[in-house]
């Protein structure tokens, strides 16, 4: 909503090009993510088990590599489709912000990724329910599927909601709180871990590959400090920190004692740090502008949802269905 609002006010009624500057994207973007660390103990990362880990990593790697390298081959630049890359493998558009600060992306490059983003996440609502319903899959193999194959946290949580409300209809076997578990360790725990990751990888090529080639000059070991995103030190140390605090408690003791009293306050602030970046993107951008781009990154971005959604069931359900579909809710 934030973000419609932003857009509307800024194509529909006007916002002076001077104005934004004021608007902080990339503070609450990386405010947002340190929090988002904060809320991701590493003793969760653990409880959510191997698969989980490694279905989400899978889907990470292959997503971002097939939509770089097809906008690559379109002739887009690299910059542009790190971001675009990035956008697809993780969280849409928390990553996509993050990475076009880390590669230094022109500033018209994270609301295109972002377009791109909240387009498929709208069609993915919709769809991957629908297609879960039609296979008759068990609501946790259908969470799975979800988090693995949708592009932000809401419109995932949104669909996974959806579908776990089947259970018991129609031949779909499972609780809704397995497709709500299962998304979660796809997609917030398995997935979202992947942006600091990428931002610092991807921040690290761009200084020693990319800006080597365009100067034709050794990069300093300052300059690759200064331009390593901060905030994933942030988002580490923030973990560690959680991880101090739930250090002996038992799965069931976090999701009863701990979850409500220290991880619920931390999410909501998070909600709204990613809030007022949704909204402060929404104000700075202009359609007239993203029409410029041309066809090239939706195809790019394009090639990536088919993928991701192709692999996302393979593994879901073909590899990992069996995990999946007895899943243990807490």
């Known amino acids: 909503m934030a973000l419609v609002v932003g857009l509307i006010i800024s194509n529909l009624i006007g916002v002076p090009r001077w104005l934004d500057e004021g608007f902080r994207v990339e503070f609450y973007i990386k405010l947002g993510i340190v929090l988002l660390g904060a809320t991701l103990p590493f003793t969760l990362i653990i409880w959510a088990g191997p698969v989980a880990i490694l279905q989400a990593s899978m889907v990470s790697l292959v997503t971002f590599f097939v939509i770089f390298f097809v906008a690559r081959k379109l002739g887009l630049n690299q910059r542009l489709a790190a971001v675009l890359g990035a956008g697809g493998a993780v969280c849409g558009v928390s990553a996509s912000i993050a990475v076009a600060g880390a590669v230094r992306a022109r500033k018209e490059d994270p609301p295109i990724a972002i377009t791109l983003v909240v387009l498929w996440a709208i069609v993915l609502i919709f769809a991957l329910p629908l297609v879960s319903r039609a296979l008759h899959l068990p ?3 259908g969470g799975a599927w979800i988090g693995t194959s ?5 419109a995932g949580l949104a669909a996974a909601q959806s579908y776990g409300g089947l259970a018991g209809t129609e031949g779909i076997t499972g609780t809704t709180e397995q497709a709500l ?12 871990v992947w942006i600091g990751i990428w931002a610092f990888a ?5 200084v020693t590959k990319w800006e080597k080639s365009e100067v034709n000059a050794r990069p300093k070991a300052g300059q690759i400090w200064e331009r390593f995103p901060k905030f994933v030190l942030g ?6 920190l959680t991880t101090f605090v739930v250090h002996g408690h038992t799965l069931r003791d976090y999701n009863s004692a ?3 009293s220290l991880i619920a306050p931390l999410t909501a602030l998070r909600t709204w740090a990613f809030t007022f970046s949704f909204l402060s993107i929404g104000l700075t951008t202009r359609f007239r502008e ?3 781009a041309g066809r090239k990154p939706f195809l790019a971005f394009t090639a ?3 993928v991701n959604v192709i692999l996302g069931y393979i593994l879901s359900v073909k590899v990992f269905g069996h995990y999946w579909a007895s899943l243990v809710t807490p």
């Open 304 to 306: 990536g949802v088919v």
């Open 202 to 206: 991807l921040a690290l090529i761009s």
């Open 290 to 292: 993203l029409a410029s």
């Open 139 to 141: 609501t946790g193999v």
């Open 150 to 154: 949708e592009f932000a946290d809401a």
């Open 181 to 192: 578990t299962s998304y979660t360790l796809i997609e917030v725990i398995g997935r979202d």
């Open 258 to 260: 701990v979850k409500p």
């Open 235 to 240: 988002f580490l140390l923030a973990s560690i």
